[in-house]
């Protein structure tokens, strides 16, 4: 715990120096694509149009100089698999990013889906005897919290307060400067296996590259593709990649759950592949162009030349009707969907007072996935796509790229975490896990 607690404080050091150098980079490492921004802070905070997200209140403003994306090799449900694969995927995108930025780059900010995430909710009380609240208190409440056993092989991925108590007024986001009695906070914490985190961090090295910082790409995707006032009010966010699904929830413009389906738009593509007797590349195109999963009357008539690279005419030359991919594509979606039906139920989310879902991700642009969606998980549900960043280009715009936009975000404006204070981390204490549906019963 102490090792980990030193370690996101120098990644959040060497991440400071990095931005009052000027540039970073950002890398979502996924299971189809990895792909690479290069950021440059240019103090101005300038936005590029009134819907645009370059800078936050009393932070510097960025723009993106340099993206590129390449094929991801050697990535398994979000986990690196073959170690020389990937990071030869991870070169290719940095230098290609690199290039286009006319900027070398030695500090990266990753972001990965998988390993296994949990969150748990813990809470701490401290007596203040009418004195202002400052750093020190807000360090000594979060050493009061008593961290639960999450098991050997694991790490803290985020710990961030998220909400405040000052005798009887909750929901303060920062109570510094204020005067109380007593002092409460509700933290979330999120660990994942140690494992799949440490070989990314490996492969990032071997790549000559310094590691700034590392982040759960549910979370990134929450800060993305969620409005402000879905975050505020409480929402869902589903990030469908290639090879899994990550769940998010929000409230009080706070991350207070993730998890993860180990399934995604590849499964999708496999099946495909297998149904119609077609290689990989021409099932992703087929899913692609003419896929979806709401049917028509008209999807009888519509054909689909399914083609092929065999040598053999008749087989080449093959059509199938849509209702047929429909029928291949349709229930391993509906296997997502009611896997992150569970999720949510387990969470507690049909407690919470707004529940809108938003779907993002590259695998949420299948035709009527929305309409699906919203009859599996039963609430409002629209697809999202990132935030527009002051020069990104508009082939990054699409919801494949929430992650990597989220991450920018996430570098640029940092949310308070577990080790900005100094805490004297000796005092943790184990005890059983509260289930976090109880702690969103308790405090919202």
Same mark, same amino acid.
């Given at each position: 715990m102490k090792d980990l607690y030193q370690a996101q404080r120098a990644m959040r050091q060497m991440r400071q120096q990095a931005l009052q150098r000027g540039v970073i980079a950002i890398l979502d490492v996924g299971t189809t694509k990895v792909a690479c921004l290069v950021l440059r802070f240019d103090g101005t905070g300038r936005l590029s149009d009134d819907n645009s997200i370059g800078s936050l209140a009393g932070q510097s403003g960025f723009r993106v100089i340099g993206a590129a994306t390449t094929r991801s090799r050697g990535v398994k449900f979000g986990e690196v698999d073959v170690m020389h694969e990937t990071e030869r995927a991870i070169r290719t995108a940095v230098q290609a990013a690199?290039?286009?930025?006319? %900027? #070398?780059?030695?500090?990266? @900010?990753?972001?990965?889906? *998988?390993?296994?995430? #949990?969150?748990? /909710?813990?809470?701490?009380? @401290? $007596?203040?005897? +009418?004195? =202002? =609240?400052?750093?020190?208190?807000?360090?000594?409440?979060?050493a009061e919290c008593e961290v639960p056993e999450y098991g050997a092989g694991r790490e803290v991925l985020h710990a961030q307060p998220v909400n405040f108590t000052l005798d009887h007024r909750t929901g303060l986001t920062d109570p510094r400067g204020q005067l109380g009695q007593s002092l409460e906070v509700d933290m979330h914490m999120l660990t994942v296996d140690e494992a799949p985190i440490q070989t990314l961090i490996h492969c990032i090295r071997r790549c000559d590259l310094e590691l700034a910082g590392i982040a759960s790409s549910a979370y990134v995707s929450g800060i993305s593709a969620l %409005?402000?006032?879905?975050?505020?009010? +409480?929402?869902?966010? @589903?990030? !469908? /990649?290639g090879g899994t699904t990550s769940i998010s929830i929000f409230m009080k413009k706070h991350m207070i759950y993730a998890d993860c389906v180990r !399934? *995604? *738009? $590849?499964? =999708?593509?496999?099946d495909i592949s297998m149904g119609l007797q077609v290689p990989m590349a021409n099932a992703e195109r087929i899913k692609t162009v003419c896929g979806g999963v709401q049917a028509t009357g008209a999807d009888d008539r519509d054909m689909i030349d399914i083609g092929g690279d065999t040598g053999d005419w008749e087989r080449d030359r093959r059509t199938v009707s849509r209702t047929e991919l429909i029928g291949i594509m349709r229930p391993r979606v509906e296997e997502i969907l009611e896997e992150v039906r569970v999720r949510l139920d387990a969470a507690g989310f049909d407690q919470m007072p707004s529940q809108q879902i938003v779907l993002t991700g590259g695998a949420s642009q299948v035709t009527g996935l929305d309409g699906l969606a919203s009859r599996i998980l039963g609430q409002q549900v629209r697809l999202g796509r990132p935030l527009r960043v002051h020069g990104l280009p508009q082939s990054a715009t699409n919801p494949g790229f929430s992650s990597a936009v989220g991450l920018a975000l996430f570098a640029a404006h940092p949310q308070d975490e577990w080790w900005d204070f100094e805490i004297p981390v000796d005092r943790y204490s184990a005890r059983p896990l509260r289930r976090v549906v109880k702690w969103l019963r308790d405090n919202w």
């Open positions: 690199q290039k286009m930025a006319e %900027v #070398r780059v030695d500090h990266v @900010i990753a972001c990965f889906s *998988g390993a296994n995430p #949990r969150s748990y /909710g813990l809470n701490a009380r @401290i $007596d203040l005897e +009418g004195q =202002v =609240v400052t750093e020190h208190e807000i360090a000594r409440v979060l %409005v402000e006032d879905e975050q505020e009010l +409480g929402a869902a966010c @589903i990030d !469908m /990649g !399934m *995604g *738009g $590849d499964h =999708v593509t496999k």
